[in-house]
């Protein structure tokens, strides 16, 4: 069976992958799992480049819409009772369970319990005709995600590390190429034999992960020692971390700084200037980034949206209280400002709420606010190490992006498009084009990257993702 390598897949379907897997919190090789099984099952999931992923599937009873499958060989040990709050506990996790009992083990569980709580058919047998027909114990062994052995008794793991095949359990564990994870049970007397210690290295060898044995009392009368399985949720919790390694964290270890919301700039104590931004563009950035591992400190304007989890955020109201947070959270490793801070204020704002008079309506001056973004760009200390501004333009938004990236001194520039007929300010979409120095290139060569339209979490993520690749040369599939 030939394998795939994700990163020399091209960029589109890399970045597809990123985004999706992100979405559904998996590892990117978990979701190009998910899509390939989807695909088998004939489930209509748009594989173009950008689509939106759906969100996670609900939990269900049968396997169709399951997350992952894992074969559950059960052995002929006492803890063979545990093994069906196994069932239960990896169904609570969308994990589809496909149950083998060993004949030993239906002295302790009957195929009956195990089928009742994994609504699936129940194997026990290699010479069956009902599932032999076409290589059924093939099927068991590979028509899985993971192979859970629960107990492993100290016959199965002699079977495994010798290479046995004579009955469905060992024959699956000889024809899988698929991960193991045992969680052994038995005797401390059977777990501490020289045999079933060299079994065990053995197994270690060949790559057989292992849970468990916990130290504990025997079922035996007045026994204890090492040899109790490990309990029904352990395995679950174990067995999920194999099929769902935690997401790659590459920012950890680094600072973001990022702005978001409008400002709002007084007139007088009940009127103000603002504009339209909603801080959704900047809110999914500090989530994207926090989710991949950054201490994240968000610096918004007046917003309707819940603070992002696990981020520390400064509330402001104008621009220049905006800089004075954005200073006080430095030093930083990144500093992306995609707040639409206000251009201007009012010099003479009213101490009191402007009144109607007969001399007409009373003149507003306007001065400039500070310039968050070249204020930063251009510090001697504390400069962070990349600094994007964001250019929100109504009309020849690349011209006037290469242009604000001149004047600003900043590093990179997202551009988009926020003309009304957009409907990016406020609305859930975006479409950007980022804008950095060409590598090598004279000076002031600058290069376009024009992203298709996404949603705004997805325009985060991905930038996130540039982000890590430039900050630390990590991707978000490989980093750990
Ligand atoms: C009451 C009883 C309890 C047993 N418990 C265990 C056990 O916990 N672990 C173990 O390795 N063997 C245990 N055995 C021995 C196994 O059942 C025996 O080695 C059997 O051949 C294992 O078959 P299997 O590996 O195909 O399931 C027990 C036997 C009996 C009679």
Redesign the pocket.
């Known amino acids: 069976m030939a394998s795939l390598t994700i990163r020399k897949l091209d960029d589109a379907v890399k970045t597809y992958l990123r985004l999706r897997s992100a979405k559904n919190h998996r590892s990117v090789e978990e979701e190009v799992r998910v899509i390939l099984r989807e695909l088998i099952e004939g489930r209509e999931e748009p594989l173009t480049p950008f689509a939106v992923p759906s969100p996670a599937p609900t939990p269900q009873r049968t396997g169709a819409l399951a997350e992952a499958s894992v074969t559950l060989i059960?052995?002929?040990?006492?803890?063979a009772y545990k093994s069906l709050d196994l069932i239960r506990r990896l169904k609570e996790r969308r994990i589809e369970v496909r149950c083998v009992l060993?004949?030993?083990?239906q002295?302790?569980v009957t195929p009956l319990a195990a089928s009742a709580l994994s609504h699936e058919r129940v194997y026990t047998d290699l010479f069956d005709p009902q599932s032999e027909f076409d290589a059924g114990h093939i099927r068991l062994a590979r028509d899985c995600d993971l192979i859970v052995v629960a107990?492993?008794?100290?016959?199965?793991?002699a079977?495994m590390a010798n290479g046995h095949a004579d009955?469905l359990?060992?024959a699956i564990l000889l024809a899988t190429n698929r991960k193991v994870l045992l969680a052994?049970?038995?005797?401390p007397l059977?777990w501490t034999n020289a045999a079933t210690r060299r079994n065990l290295a053995q197994l270690q060898r060949d790559g057989v992960v292992l849970i468990g044995p916990n130290a504990g009392e025997m079922?035996e009368a007045g026994e204890a020692g090492t040899?109790r399985?490990s309990e029904a949720i352990e395995i679950a919790n174990a067995a999920e971390r194999l099929l769902r390694p935690p997401m790659p964290k590459p920012l950890a270890g680094k600072r973001v700084l990022i702005t978001a919301g409008p400002t709002h700039e007084a007139i007088d104590p009940v009127r103000y200037i603002a504009n339209r931004s909603s801080g959704k563009q900047g809110f999914a950035i500090a989530a994207a980034a926090q989710a991949a591992g950054a201490e994240v400190v968000l610096v918004s304007g007046p917003v309707d949206i819940d603070d992002p989890p696990g981020v520390t955020v400064k509330h402001v109201e104008s621009a220049r209280q905006m800089l004075e947070q954005v200073k006080a959270a430095l030093p930083t490793d990144v500093a992306i400002f995609a707040a639409a801070v206000a251009d201007w204020r009012v010099a003479n704002e009213g101490e009191q709420k402007l009144k109607k008079t007969a001399a007409g309506m009373p003149p507003l001056q306007l001065v400039e606010n500070p310039d968050i973004l070249a204020t930063i760009s251009k510090l001697a200390d504390k400069r962070p190490r990349l600094v994007i501004g964001f250019a929100a333009e109504t009309e020849h938004l690349i011209d006037n992006a290469k242009a604000k990236f001149a004047r600003k001194g900043c590093d990179w520039i997202v551009a988009n498009d926020v003309s009304p007929a957009t409907g990016v300010m406020g609305g859930d979409r975006n479409t950007v084009h980022l804008l950095s120095r060409k590598t090598g290139a004279p000076d002031g060569e600058i290069a376009v990257d024009s992203w298709p339209a996404m949603t705004k979490e997805q325009v985060a993520i991905e930038l996130v993702a540039q982000i890590a690749k430039s900050v630390t040369g990590k991707s978000l599939e490989s980093a750990s």
């Open positions: 059960i052995g002929g040990g006492i803890a060993t004949k030993a083990a002295q302790f107990p492993a008794t100290a016959d199965l793991m079977k009955d359990a060992s052994p049970a038995m005797n059977m079922a040899g399985m």
